[in-house]
């Protein structure tokens, strides 16, 4: 036994040794992360010389540059009890349990067992025909079995130490992801509450244009008693009061749909925070300043989607060396410390002790072409895989240009849009005292009015608008989260 014991030991020493030799001798490219070749954004100047009041947050918590308490209420209760990101909490613990499990496969497997057996021998097999003939025969036999079994596949080629490679960069692709999941939660959020606060104002808007369209009914009609009027001009001042009142179903329906759709994404049934977003109806948040310092490498070191794409291609880089290993030769030992005896009397001495020790090799010398078509298939999901990474790179830079644009020229229509306002009012007032001196016909005064109303309207609107490019701005950007430093120099 001990001699037995210390041939074993050896053995596995040794097999430590080779195993260690060969660890650097991993089959298959090793992987180069791609450059990008990216020049400045061509829209950034057109951010950097915006005017606003709002300074520039960081862009890990771009929320709370806009200076909007229940804005960032709304925001960190989708990421608090938000389902999707649950979810995606949930892939990134099955993605770890992946790697560790790869990794487990580069460790011998050992295995404590026991086992009891009673059987009442046939004398018609085989063994009992013979047995059977010797004095003192007994047809009832027990054995007992005590000890514990150990595998181990050397990886020579380095496989096994890739396909863990793989699984760890999958799993640094769904942490990634989940973060990515975490900044479409915090925009979509953002996006939703700026668009009630928008419907809320345009709500606004029509409810005083209501009340100013009812007091020119009452004028008209007023006129009408003097003799000043007939009724065709009623009729006119009716309608434009009715069709200011039709508004209001419409924008009622985008609201309870925006209301419904923020309450989801809080992880709450619609209807839940309604009243308390409705309660009391906020201003448009004001638009912060944006910082536009980052090239973009920066916003694709920086957003996940990318980081995503990147770790997917390496762990395709990976996958063609586990492909490659699969021309070598694949070694693996076993063995067994245990004790066998046909009764407990005698079970832990040394005459019942049973080691095996068993070595095994096994290489595939033909398969009509199986790895090299495993080779080939890894060769092509890694070359779709860096096509994949290109393409998201270009539509991020694609989506900064996209917003940096979007943002400016919707400001600059905003400004437009409040000197239109301004115009259309004072006209509005002056067309009022017109009609009222019998100077202008009611024709003109509806006119004016109805300009107003869709001028305001469009204000609002625009307003809301250029707050939630502004979301689209920040998420561009890959804002939404703390990026640590070793995943920020990928």
């Known amino acids: ?124 097999s085989p063994l009992g025909t013979l047995a059977s003939a010797f004095p003192n025969y007994s047809r009832d036999q027990k054995e007992y079995v005590v000890g514990a079994t150990a595998s181990w596949e050397i990886d020579l080629a380095g496989g096994l130490r890739r396909a863990h490679s793989a699984a760890r960069d999958e799993e640094q692709a769904a942490e990634a992801q989940q973060l990515g999941t975490r900044i479409t939660v915090a925009a979509d959020a953002a996006d939703a509450y700026l668009q009630i606060r928008g419907l809320q104002a345009r709500l606004a808007v029509t409810q005083d244009q209501i009340d100013t369209d009812a007091h020119l009914l009452d004028l008209v009609k007023a006129r ?158 890694y070359a779709e895989a860096l096509a994949d990474y290109r393409e998201a790179a270009l539509k991020a830079t694609e989506d900064v240009e996209d917003a940096f644009m979007t943002l400016s020229q919707t400001e600059l229509r905003t400004q437009e849009l409040e000197q239109e306002v301004a115009a259309l009012t004072r006209a509005r007032d002056l067309s009022e005292k017109a009609y009222r001196a019998g100077s202008i016909t009611l024709t003109d005064v509806l006119d004016a009015d109805r300009q107003l109303l869709d001028s305001r309207d469009d204000l609002d609107a625009t307003k809301a608008d250029a707050a939630r490019a502004a979301v689209r701005t920040f998420r561009a950007l890959g804002g939404g989260w703390d990026a640590p430093q070793q995943l920020a120099q990928r």
């Open 1 to 124: 036994m001990k001699s037995f014991m210390m041939k074993t030991h050896k053995a596995i020493i040794g097999s430590l040794f080779v195993s260690a030799f060969l660890a650097g001798c991993a089959v298959g490219p090793d992987y180069v992360a791609p450059k990008d070749d990216l020049v400045g954004f061509h829209n950034k100047d057109a951010v950097a010389s915006r005017q606003t009041t709002l300074p520039a947050p960081k862009l890990d918590t771009w929320w709370t540059g806009f200076n909007d308490p229940e804005l960032e209420k709304v925001v960190q209760r989708a990421l608090d009890q938000n389902l999707s990101l649950q979810a995606s909490i949930a892939r990134v613990t099955q993605a770890r349990a992946a790697a560790q499990a790869a990794g487990a496969a580069l460790l011998p497997t050992v295995d404590a067992g026991a086992s009891y057996t009673a059987e009442h021998q046939s004398t018609q």
């Open 224 to 381: 009408k008693q003097a003799g000043a009027a007939d009724e065709r001009e009623v009729a006119q001042a009716e309608a434009l009061l009715r069709q200011a009142r039709a508004t209001l179903p419409t924008l009622r329906v985008s609201l309870e749909a925006q209301l419904n759709r923020l309450d989801v994404l809080m992880g709450a049934q619609p209807g839940t925070y309604a009243a308390e977003l409705g309660a009391d109806a906020g201003a448009i948040p004001g638009v912060p300043a944006i910082g536009t310092g980052d090239q973009p490498v920066d916003v694709l070191r920086r957003r996940p989607d990318i980081i995503a794409a990147e770790r997917h291609l390496a762990a395709s880089n990976e996958q063609i060396g586990v492909a490659i290993s699969g021309y070598y030769p694949k070694i693996s030992l076993a063995g067994a410390l245990g004790f066998d005896s046909i009764s407990t009397n005698h079970l832990l001495s040394a005459k019942s002790f049973q080691p095996v020790g068993t070595g095994a090799l096994q290489w595939r010398l033909f398969d009509f072409g199986k790895v090299d078509a495993e080779v080939k298939n890894a060769r092509g999901s």
